[in-house]
T-cell receptor
Framework: NAGVTQTPKFRILKIGQSMTLQCAQD?????MYWYRQDPGMGLKLIYY???????DKGEVPNGYNVSRSTTEDFPLRLELAAPSQTSVYFC????????????FGSGTRLTVV | QKEVEQNSGPLSVPEGAIASLNCTYS??????FFWYRQYSGKSPELIMF????GDKEDGRFTAQLNKASQYVSLLIRDSQPSDSATYLC?????????FGTGTSLTVIP
């Protein structure tokens, strides 16, 4: 099993550009999440999904969009990139929220210049 | 705002000692509690979860939960240099997990 796969691992964007961070899981997990982690800070939830076709905002959704057309995939779209979006982005999935933790992807390090 | 609080550290312990990591949470409706370990530049990995009051042991790790005090802790016995990492406390409430900012642990050989 691959677990949670994130691509790309690194990316440099110019201010105003857009991009999509890809996330795929092969564990048939219903729950999927996008977090960002800034240096010395905890994980901040951007968006999450409890199943295909269902998404909801987390703590810091501004400047991002998501979709969940299949159980496996949960891409994160950045529109009009800003320096404040420089961060490490983690995708995660879980079977449920009780008694199970997340499986995290390896992360995407994004720099906006 | 659901909060999870951790001491940021750094916490330094000598090799072979017990490391004690603490976490408090604000939402009494929280259901499950998790400890993750994160090495520098890597993604978090789950160490333990607990959802009942009391202690749960797994090898050198013991998680302790006190829902009345809204407190969860992680004890690492016989600490090893490979345990040097940042430890994240996470709490699940509803469909979401909330993370603390992490405690940096250094085990000194």
């Amino acid at each position: 099993n691959a677990g949670v796969t994130q691509t790309p691992k690194f990316r440099i964007l110019k201010i105003g550009q857009s991009m999509t961070l890809q996330c795929a899981q092969d564990m048939n997990h219903n729950y999927m999440y996008w977090y960002r982690q800034d240096p010395g800070m905890g994980l901040k939830l951007i968006y999450y999904s409890v199943g295909a076709g269902i998404t909801d905002k987390g703590e810091v959704p501004n400047g991002y969009n998501v979709s969940r057309s299949t159980t496996e995939d949960f891409p994160l779209r950045l529109e009009l990139a800003a320096p404040s979006q420089t961060s490490v982005y983690f995708c995660a999935s879980s079977y449920t929220t009780r008694g199970y933790g997340y499986t995290f992807g390896s992360g995407t390090r994004l720099t906006v210049v | 705002q659901k909060e999870v609080e951790q001491n940021s550290g750094p916490l330094s312990v000598p090799e072979g000692a017990i490391a004690s990591l603490n976490c408090t949470y604000s939402d009494r409706g929280s259901q499950s509690f998790f400890w993750y370990r994160q090495y520098s530049g890597k993604s978090p990995e789950l160490i333990m979860f607990i959802y009942s009051n009391g202690d749960k042991e797994d090898g050198r790790f013991t998680a302790q939960l006190n829902k009345a005090s809204q407190y969860v802790s992680l004890l690492i016995r016989d600490s090893q240099p490979s345990d040097s990492a940042t430890y994240l406390c996470a709490v699940s409430t509803g469909n979401q997990f909330y993370f603390g900012t992490g405690t940096s642990l250094t085990v000194i050989p």
